[in-house]
């Protein structure tokens, strides 16, 4: 194999943007694209002059598709993922890899099981940033961690939610701002702080007519002892983006794309127990950080799987991480709904059965809601 053929499940929105990426990666090429609606497959095949398709089945069962990119609403994620994984095929899921924790139980297992190769399309883990981050926590320059914080405040317009009857709905997304415009900072929170063993969370619709959450929060107690809070909406101008851990060797704060890091070369903690002194306070250093430039975005995730197929490169965003960040949403939705603090890892059977019960009432699929539109995000990519 020169080259990995991509097709793309789900291309009326962000699958038609990785087709298009795709046109600039020499490791792979795009080899078919399916739809369930038959005018988008059919406009997008055309568009790219490849085969179109209308079930998914028929897509992964191609002898010129290598692998496939799941595009899809993310209730449909796990069911195309296995499938394909169970042919073989490796997959590069959208985020997040499904809407329940116990789905995603299944697409891991699926991976595990046929030993195919599965990664999330969490992009910011290869911004270079990010990257320079995980280098501090991974080489353990923070030592113990005692504190984790996130504030992902972002906006979406009345219009936003009203473009397609699926979305902010519980039936057609399992959720709000969790689910749909926080992952990739989840991703990263859990990425580098690990997941707590408790979430205490609070949950609200303040600032749009929708069923789902716009502003979500929690307390986090870790297994060690440490704590965190994140807080996440889609309610305010301008955005802020904020990861910041606490250690006993350093602190690590990320505002934006700027990485601060600093060194307390004796402990907080090692200082603390030794000094003698009252109002001493342990020496800090700032210390820079090297952010070398590399690819980032969506094309280094999709190049990435495409080396990981051809030449073994480690990826970048493994699937099985994903099932991380979903843990995360489904912790602090369940606490928020039912007011008290739930353990991780979540139960998947209350889970699963109070997002039905919120399913029976939703507003997806009941009346018209209009027509979808069907526009590819170029703004969060």
Known sequence: MERVRYGIVGVGGMGTGHARTMQRIDECELSAVCDIVPEVAESVGEEFNVPYLIDFHDLVDRDDVDAIVVATPHYAHPEISIYAMEQGKPVVCEKPISVTVSAADEMVAAHERTGTPFAVMHQRR???????????????????????????ADFRSQAYYNSAGWRATWGGEGGGVLINQAPHSIDLFTWLGGLPSRVTGHTATKGHVIEVEDVAGALLEYPNGA?????????????????????????????????????????????????????????????????????????????????????????????????NTVEMINAVILSGHAEEPVDVPVNRERYDAFLASLVATSSFGKGDQGPDLRVTDTVHH
Not at 126 to 152: H, N
Not at 230 to 251: R, V
Not at 293 to 313: D, K, Q, V, Y
Request: glycine share 10%; hydrophobic share 40%.
């Open 126 to 152: 290869s911004e270079p940033v990010w990257q320079a981050a995980w280098k501090l926590v991974s080489e353990g320059r923070l030592g113990e961690i005692y504190r984790t914080m996130l504030v992902y």
């Open 227 to 323: 704590v965190g809070y994140i807080y996440c909406c889609t309610n305010e101008a301008p955005s802020t983006d904020i990861l910041e851990l606490a250690g006993e060797k350093g602190k690590l704060q990320v505002i934006g794309t700027e990485l601060r890091f600093w060194e307390v070369p004796e402990g907080v903690k090692g200082f603390s127990d030794s000094s003698t002194e009252m109002w001493t306070r342990p020496d800090v250093v700032e210390v820079p950080v090297d952010i070398p430039e590399r690819e980032s975005g969506h094309i280094a995730i999709l190049r990435n799987m495409a080396r990981h197929m051809l030449h073994g490169e480690e990826l970048l965003a493994p699937g099985v991480e994903g099932r």
